[in-house]
């Protein structure tokens, strides 16, 4: 398990309401998931929060990279 450290950063930015940077944030605390414990169910979580973000304000290289890793996890 993951200690609370790379969480901080998207408590951060929920709280201020930085829409791009939660995106990214969750993004890349699923990468960093998927790399050490691979817990798909909080992986899934996390990409649908930052898919659901970045179809909102228009992030294409991110909703890209979301599907992508999705993609990677069914193989």
Do not use: Y
Request: overall charge negative; aromatic content about 4%.
């Amino acid at each position: 398990m993951l200690p609370d450290v790379p969480k901080r950063p998207i408590a951060f930015c929920e709280a201020k309401g930085m829409l791009p940077e939660l995106a990214w944030s969750c993004s890349d605390l699923a990468e960093l998931i998927v790399a050490n414990d691979g817990d798909t169910a909080r992986v899934q979580e996390l990409d649908e929060q930052a898919l659901d973000i970045a179809n909102s304000i228009g992030m294409q290289p991110w909703i890209r990279r979301i599907l992508s890793r999705r993609e990677v996890l069914k193989a």
